[in-house]
């Protein structure tokens, strides 16, 4: 069993990052760093930044309709400091600004609830003060909690004709009066994925630790994405783990908001001559066609995405809907990592439905100890949605999902 005393964080600061380089000094102070803040976590939290569990669900596998010898693997986030993944990016934040304070003003984030929420513990953890922007429908029992920290919450409405999430865009306001971005945009905050990477870390040391003497594998990630910061820190993260092969990558985001799935079409139709069809299988079909594109390849996709993203990313033009609330992400910021993960290992993105949303958590709920949120869940319901397209999966596959929040008073209870 891993020695939890340590946090993550130390335990992989050698393959973040936040530890490349370093002399003995500095590796010395941020050791320092990171047992300091860690300490003052525990302290708010009653624990810190230890290892989240990793392990088979074979009960869920059976109910999802997967066929004896494929295996489920869940990485559980819910019991996380502040109930979700998000602590993580947030944490490898004020590590660096602990080392290095990149201005004098109060912090800022933006978020619909769990990145606010672990943004005001960790602010609170350093003693420095936070400005939180949400959206007008943020949950009150979350605001709530953030505001019991210190932090100072604002609501913001969304303006008729202006495109973009309006928190988001009033904390980039705020970052342009003197604020610095505390935030789970790695566009805006770049340690923020640093920090998420430690996730991927922690599942294949439970996977080592499984499949000794011979190497880890994991053939298949279904991964939920809103802004996107969970699905480049986790695919980036698997990325320096020496795996045999990389799993293949399937983002997931809800039918009513999917600016990612529309960016990977687009790409798609430009190397294939012709858009993919905007379904579950057509989307997997177009990927297989497409098959795993070399690097040189992808590195040259890569360059032209990063040249003109304004024809691939767009801010989703309608009000974001969904079950899950916690990926209403206008857009996905952190894109172009996860749609080269998609490229690199033949993934498709998946658009599950309402229904299936609804199912992955209820499932969760019936048939794991997990009590996993509707966002939490909703890379089970990618995984649903790929099953019941009738889609080829190999027998012996090893799945992941990540149960990434813990459910909330002000969410709709699983049914």
Partial sequence: ????????????????????????????????????LNTAVSALEGHGFAPTPFERETALATAVGLPAGMELWVKDETGNVSGSHKGRHLFGVAVCEALAPSGVGPWAIASCGNAALAASIVAAAAE??????????????????IESTGARVTRVEREVGRLGDPAYLAMVEAIAGGATAFSCQGTDTP????????LAFEMIDALTAHDHPTPPHLDRLFVQVGGGALASAVVTGLARCDLPKMPTVH?????????????????????????????????????????????????????????????????????????????????TYDWIPIIEAMLATGGAPVVPSEDQLRR????????????????????????????????????????????????????????
């Fill in 191 to 198: 340690s923020t994925i640093d920090g998420g990477r430690t």
């Fill in 360 to 415: 992955a958590h209820a499932l969760a709920h019936d048939h794991t100890s997990i009590p996993a949120c509707p966002t939490g869940a909703a890379g089970l319901g990618g995984l649903i949605a790929v099953v019941e397209a009738g889609s080829a999966l190999e027998r012996h596959e090893r799945l992941a999902v990540i149960f990434s929040g813990h459910q909330r008073a002000g969410d709709p209870l699983p049914s």
């Fill in 1 to 36: 069993m891993a020695d939890t005393a340590i946090s993550t964080f130390e335990r992989h600061l050698d393959r973040l990052d936040l530890g490349r380089g370093l002399s003995a000094r500095e590796h010395e102070q941020v050791v320092a760093a990171i047992r300091r």
């Fill in 128 to 145: 420095h003060p936070l400005e939180v922007f949400v959206p007008t429908w943020a949950d009150d029992a979350v605001v709530g909690e």
């Fill in 251 to 331: 983002a997931v985001q809800p039918l009513g908001n999917h600016p990612l799935v529309r960016a990977w079409d687009t790409v798609l139709s430009e190397l294939l001559d012709a858009p993919p069809e905007s379904t579950v299988e057509g989307r997997l079909a177009a990927a297989a066609a497409l098959g795993r594109l070399a690097d040189d390849a992808r590195r040259v996709i890569v360059r032209r995405l990063r040249s003109d993203p304004a024809r691939y990313m767009r801010p989703w033009a309608d009000e974001p809907e969904s079950y899950a609330t916690g990926i209403l992400d206008d857009v």
